[in-house]
């Protein structure tokens, strides 16, 4: 089973400032077979990245995903007053599929 | 526009048996894998089970392989998931999740609301 970790656990920034999420694979992810959700209160998750870097339909451009092998980054590049959450990422390449432990994005 | 909506949840005691369904609206149901993702009141997702497109291949996360099922029925456009045995552990919010075509193992776009399911006596 391929474990993630994401890093840091909370990410406290103010709106306008760069966020960098970070995920690391106990082992190599296939393919770059990597996606990264974003998920509200109350809400079901939300894709924003697929394949590592391949931004969901409708999903805005200050929002963009790189890596490859075990290393993996989400970056949001000016925080908007909705992008505070929390994000996971998922390895899609391997079964079981699994999710990283998530990253909560908080205001300063 | 895509839409799935779980429903099945509820309280069930330790021991006991519940069964889930989606019911999707807006794609061809049959030409799409689903899956079945967890997640524990204040904790983070856990992939529970997928099945294909044609439901002729279905997957299982060890933590409830034996005691889950799932199963579709495309003339009705509704995926299952038949739960026994339940446990304390198994209490969370159940998301139905679309995947990217009919074969098994892809990202998950879009996802149902959840239904709870609560397990204690």
């Given amino acids: 089973e391929i474990v993630l970790t994401q890093s840091p656990g909370t990410l406290s920034l103010s709106p306008g400032e760069r966020a960098t999420l970070s995920c690391r694979a106990s082992q190599s992810v296939s393919s770059s077979y990597l996606a990264w959700y974003q998920q509200k209160p109350g809400q079901a998750p939300r894709l924003l990245i697929y394949g590592t870097s391949s931004r969901a339909t409708g999903i805005p451009d200050r929002f963009s995903g790189s890596g490859s092998g075990t290393d993996f980054t989400l970056t949001i590049s000016r925080l908007e007053p909705e992008d505070f959450a929390v994000y996971y990422c998922q390895q899609y390449g391997s079964s079981p599929l699994t999710f990283g432990q998530g990253t909560k994005v908080e205001i300063k | ?121």
């Fill in chain 2, 1 to 121: 526009e895509v839409q799935l909506l779980e429903s099945g949840g509820g309280l069930v005691q330790p021991g006991g048996s519940l069964r889930l369904s989606c019911a999707a609206s807006g794609f061809t149901f049959s030409s799409y894998a689903m899956s079945w993702v967890r997640q524990a009141p204040g904790k983070g997702l856990e992939w529970v089970s997928a099945i294909s497109g044609s439901g002729s291949s279905a997957f299982y996360a060890d933590s409830v392989k034996g005691r889950f099922t799932i199963s579709r029925d495309n003339s009705k456009n509704t995926l299952y998931l038949q739960m026994n045995s339940l446990r304390a552990e198994d209490t969370a919010v159940y998301y139905c999740a679309k995947e990217l075509g009919s074969t098994i193992f892809n990202w998950f776009d879009p996802w149902g609301q959840g239904t709870l399911v609560t397990v204690s006596s």
